[in-house]
């Protein structure tokens, strides 16, 4: 899973090597109730550590399944709590306001969030107590974001998630060969191309379902189309159309066939009259901070322990520009005739383009994508 979570470009907090779990260890055995009744332990298991005191005891009990009893401690489990200790040492280390600076601001400042299936839920919950029994300095704040089932359409077997990147990333090498008329496997700049286009197709199809849904992907070619609207792809395409579109204006503006771009304070927006340019400021350009402070942090502060993400808002709003855009493109002529009486209205547009390209980008930036220059 960590390679699989780097090629989608995902920095994912893990310790750099197997974490020591002498002292979890040491506390687990000081913590651990003697067996009943000869109750034979699996192997690798040091013992039993009964929860429903310490849940009660804490008033955590929102949230937390009614079922949580005890947990059985073994040395995976001491090993994943080491795990999550370094992150979040790493992440006072990292942070401005460390454990170093302020003694007493790890366990209060720090919030861990533990993404988690729905099937592994239960075991996750008895994870986050058991590490707030060993540890004294476990954050005091955690909470879970619980994501819903995968399914592939139509596919009796499993598929995992190495099989569904490789997937993914022939189909897009196989669509760029077709369109190209020759296979770009042996040009390494095409290839990056190629890793960028997988993750976002990837990235836009987990993603643009709301994370406690059920998630049903469709495995055809048709999902890494730059002409279905839909998909990670087309907004890539749209993405490398503005940069192209503004690569043309230098070019010709280097040639001398246009001035230099007048300071905004001197643009007559009132030269925007054609519906397509309404559309993407009203619709896009100014909603776009209301987007950001409603997807761009976690409700942190919210009561009890599960938390949502609405990262279905931004890839719906992504595609949704891409189209509205993609629409106006292809029906105006943005870099006209080089006559000084176009120039004002060719700026205007000019300048609309360039606040669709800086929402474009800070989008794709939120969802770990770099913006592509040409496809």
């Given at each position: 899973?960590?390679?699989?979570?780097?090629?989608?470009?995902?920095?994912?907090?893990a310790a750099s090597e197997r974490a020591a779990t002498?002292?979890?260890?040491?506390?687990?055995?000081?913590?651990?109730?003697?067996?009943?009744?000869?109750?034979?332990?699996?192997?690798?298991?040091?013992?039993?550590?009964?929860?429903?005191?310490?849940?009660?005891?804490?008033?955590?009990?929102?949230?937390?399944?009614?079922?949580?009893?005890?947990?059985?401690?073994?040395?995976?489990?001491?090993?994943?709590?080491?795990?999550?200790?370094?992150?979040?040492?790493?992440?006072?280390?990292?942070?401005?306001?460390?454990?170093?600076?302020?003694?007493?601001?790890?366990?209060?400042?720090?919030?861990?969030?533990?993404?988690?299936?729905?099937?592994?839920?239960?075991?996750?919950?008895?994870?986050?107590?058991?590490?707030?029994?060993?540890?004294?300095?476990?954050?005091?704040?955690?909470?879970?974001?619980?994501?819903?089932?995968?399914?592939?359409?139509?596919?009796?077997?499993?598929?995992?998630?190495?099989?569904?990147?490789?997937?993914?990333?022939?189909?897009?090498?196989?669509?760029?060969?077709?369109?190209?008329?020759?296979?770009?496997?042996?040009?390494?700049?095409?290839?990056?191309?190629?890793?960028?286009?997988?993750?976002?197709?990837?990235?836009?199809?987990?993603?643009?379902?709301?994370?406690?849904?059920?998630?049903?992907?469709?495995?055809?070619?048709?999902?890494?189309?730059?002409?279905?609207?839909?998909?990670?792809?087309?907004?890539?395409?749209?993405?490398?159309?503005?940069?192209?579109?503004?690569?043309?204006?230098?070019?010709?503006?280097?040639?001398?066939?246009?001035?230099?771009?007048?300071?905004?304070?001197?643009?007559?927006?009132?030269?925007?009259?054609?519906?397509?340019?309404?559309?993407?400021?009203?619709?896009?350009?100014?909603?776009?901070?209301?987007?950001?402070?409603?997807?761009?942090?976690?409700?942190?502060?919210?009561?009890?322990?599960?938390?949502?993400?609405?990262?279905?808002?931004?890839?719906?709003?992504?595609?949704?520009?891409s189209m509205d855009f993609s629409s106006y493109y292809?029906?105006?002529?943005?870099?006209?005739?080089p006559r000084p009486h176009l120039f004002g209205q060719?700026?205007?547009?000019?300048?609309?383009?360039?606040?669709?390209?800086?929402?474009?980008?800070?989008?794709?930036?939120?969802?770990?994508?770099?913006?592509?220059?040409?496809?």
């Amino acid at each position: 899973m960590p390679t699989f979570l780097q090629q989608l470009r995902v920095d994912w907090p893990a310790a750099s090597e197997r974490a020591a779990t002498e002292a979890l260890r040491s506390r687990a055995l000081a913590e651990l109730t003697p067996a009943r009744n000869a109750e034979a332990l699996p192997p690798g298991a040091l013992g039993r550590v009964y929860l429903k005191e310490l849940v009660d005891e804490r008033g955590r009990t929102t949230g937390y399944d009614p079922n949580l009893d005890s947990c059985l401690v073994t040395e995976d489990l001491l090993a994943v709590l080491a795990e999550l200790q370094q992150a979040v040492q790493d992440w006072a280390e990292d942070s401005s306001l460390g454990l170093a600076a302020a003694p007493d601001a790890g366990a209060d400042s720090c919030m861990v969030v533990h993404v988690v299936s729905c099937e592994e839920e239960f075991q996750q919950q008895k994870l986050d107590l058991v590490w707030w029994k060993l540890d004294d300095q476990a954050p005091l704040r955690q909470k879970h974001l619980v994501c819903g089932p995968v399914k592939v359409a139509g596919a009796p077997g499993t598929l995992t998630a190495p099989e569904y990147y490789e997937l993914r990333h022939a189909q897009v090498c196989k669509a760029s060969a077709l369109k190209r008329g020759r296979d770009l496997a042996q040009d390494s700049a095409w290839m990056e191309i190629f890793r960028v286009l997988c993750v976002a197709t990837i990235k836009f199809e987990m993603l643009s379902t709301a994370p406690q849904s059920q998630l049903l992907l469709a495995l055809a070619d048709s999902s890494i189309s730059t002409k279905g609207t839909k998909s990670g792809t087309f907004v890539m395409y749209n993405c490398a159309r503005l940069a192209t579109l503004f690569e043309g204006y230098k070019c010709s503006m280097e040639q001398g066939l246009y001035p230099t771009f007048p300071p905004v304070s001197s643009l007559d927006f009132s030269l925007l009259h054609d519906e397509g340019e309404w559309l993407l400021l009203f619709n896009s350009i100014l909603p776009f901070p209301d987007l950001l402070s409603q997807t761009a942090a976690l409700p942190c502060t919210a009561p009890g322990l599960h938390i949502t993400a609405r990262t279905e808002m931004v890839c719906k709003f992504l595609v949704q520009l891409s189209m509205d855009f993609s629409s106006y493109y292809n029906r105006v002529h943005i870099l006209g005739e080089p006559r000084p009486h176009l120039f004002g209205q060719m700026f205007a547009r000019l300048q609309l383009l360039r606040a669709v390209r800086e929402v474009l980008h800070t989008g794709l930036a939120m969802l770990g994508l770099p913006p592509l220059s040409h496809i």
